[in-house]
């Protein structure tokens, strides 16, 4: 049977963009707001209302200080997307049993100021190349001191060198034209691979969060020594339209993962088959752990 995914991939190929653009449109008219948004929101709300504009508080308990920049960005794990407050929840549960964590694609460090938050022994290595992201994320950290935090503005990546990668709000994208000339636009950035990082620092990740925009592939080879050792539990976002730019394709991530003996999970706690990674088309999110794991650890 042919899925769905693969005949909206077919059509995205053959159809010409006034087409796609007319059916987007149609789309726009006829979307109605997520209800999970409304009553997410309302929750937060009544966390926040009486805490001062430089704190926030994510989850009950969980209240930290922001840098302005931040506030926004860290509401889409409050209430803004469904799938991002699926994540973070999930995180949360999952932090529990942790104690190193590694941030790829840090950004504004929401995910390791939650890993390190209250628990005076967790640490966490903080990976952000982007220019605009990382004095945020080095503010952050400032002011919330009691948060075990190393950042470096690096990229993960396959190998050592630099990489042409290109502004999409504060991410950094990378670009398969790596002869580009820096730019406004395009910035060229250190890259080193995790394993060669967590060899330097004597840090053995118990946890990693992967979120590189499209570099998904490169990043996984280059800490594969790291995580055949430690043989840690990862969250991956998977960009397929950037995977695409960049002349790969989903089911080569899906290939190594299973090179690793690694099994993706969905945040809901089941089990993924490779066929269905590979059909998909937009961004999403999938929890990898060795295939030897017998009990999910959201679960235990």
């Known amino acids: 049977m042919i899925s769905t995914n693969k005949i909206k991939k077919s059509l995205k190929l053959m159809l010409p963009i006034s087409v796609l653009d007319r059916v987007q449109s149609l789309r726009r008219h006829w979307w109605k707001p997520d209800p999970r948004i409304a009553a997410a929101k309302e929750n937060f709300m009544e966390l926040n209302h009486s805490l001062p504009s430089g704190r926030i508080a994510m989850r009950p308990g969980i209240v930290w200080n922001v840098d302005p920049q931040s506030k926004n960005p860290f509401t889409w794990f409050c209430y803004q997307s469904p799938e991002m407050v699926t994540e973070f929840d999930f995180f949360l549960r999952i932090r529990a049993s942790r104690m190193r ?120 080879q280059g800490m594969e020594k790291t995580l055949r050792k430690s043989s840690a539990e990862f969250f991956l976002e998977i960009h397929p339209e950037l995977i695409s730019e960049l002349g790969y394709r989903v089911s080569d991530i899906a290939n190594y993962l299973h090179e690793l003996d690694y099994e993706p999970w969905n945040l809901q706690g089941q089990k993924l088959s490779f066929s269905w990674v590979n059909d998909q088309i937009h961004v999403f999110w999938v929890f990898c752990r060795p295939a030897h794991t017998s009990v999910l650890s959201a679960q235990k």
Request: with cysteine; glycine share 6%; aromatic share 6%.
């Open 101 to 220: 964590f590694l941030d790829l694609g840090a950004n504004h460090g929401v995910f390791s100021l939650a890993f390190t938050f209250g628990r005076p022994a967790a640490k966490a290595l903080a990976m952000d190349p982007s220019p605009l992201a990382f004095p945020i994320l080095q503010n952050n950290l400032r002011l919330n001191p009691q948060c075990h935090i190393t950042p470096l503005q690096v990229a993960a990546g396959g190998g050592s060198g630099n990489l042409r990668m290109k502004l999409n709000w504060h991410h950094l994208e990378v670009i398969r034209d790596q002869n580009a000339v820096e730019s406004d636009q395009i910035k060229i950035v250190p890259v080193r691979t995790v394993d060669s990082i967590c060899e330097e620092y004597n840090f053995e990740p118990d946890l990693i969060k992967i979120d590189v925009e499209g570099h998904e592939l490169a990043a996984l």
